[in-house]
């Protein structure tokens, strides 16, 4: 290396003369070895080849990345109608709940005896008039509404159990029965 050349980051001092007379030539050479993240501030060491890195990890570039581009973005999204200017008031919806308590004096309670009529039970003697008359019955209590729509399948499932029976002790099954009318 001449006197011209420099090299970056190398500082070098002039010549002097030593002690005997004779010129003496001295170079100082300085680096950076740590340098801090420019994104949380971390230090870094700094390798000696190759570009000196801004960010300690490839989270801190992105994280960068988003705040350099995110201005851009929202000055699009406000001209494209997306989103609200700054300072426009922001609109929001308050659900507020309201607890009264209201005390009464208390009133005395006068009970009253109301007679409810029993569900139909079952025939006391299992013969075919008795199942007929029940099942009328029961035909009245559902198109009343005594017997509720939820309990409708139990209902359906009795009288198919029944139909099965019938279609199979009945000499001809259901079909005799049927067209004996």
Do not use: F, K, N
């Not at 050349?5 to 002690?19: F, I, K, L, V, Y």
């Not at 420019?38 to 000696?48: L, S, Y």
């Amino acid at each position: 290396m001449t006197g011209s050349e420099r090299m970056p980051g190398m500082d070098t001092s002039s010549e002097q003369t030593a002690a005997g007379g004779a010129p003496e030539r001295q170079a100082v050479t300085s680096r950076a070895v740590v340098r801090e993240c420019a994104w949380c501030g971390a230090a870094m060491e700094i390798r000696p080849r190759g570009q000196t890195r801004r960010y300690c990890t490839q989270g801190c570039r992105q994280r960068a990345y988003e705040v350099r581009t995110a201005e851009r973005r929202r000055q699009a999204a406000i001209e494209a109608g997306q989103a609200r200017p700054e300072g426009e008031p922001v609109r929001e919806v308050v659900e507020r709940h309201t607890v009264r308590t209201v005390v009464r004096e208390r009133i005395r309670e006068r009970r009253v005896e109301v007679e409810v009529p029993a569900p139909p039970a079952p025939p006391p003697a299992v013969t075919a008039r008795g199942v007929a008359a029940y099942l009328a019955e029961v035909e009245q209590a559902v198109l009343e509404g005594r017997i509720r729509h939820y309990d409708h399948r139990r209902v359906w499932t009795a009288i198919t159990r029944l139909s099965a029976a019938l279609g199979a002790t009945h000499p001809g099954g259901l079909d005799a029965l049927a067209r004996r009318r």
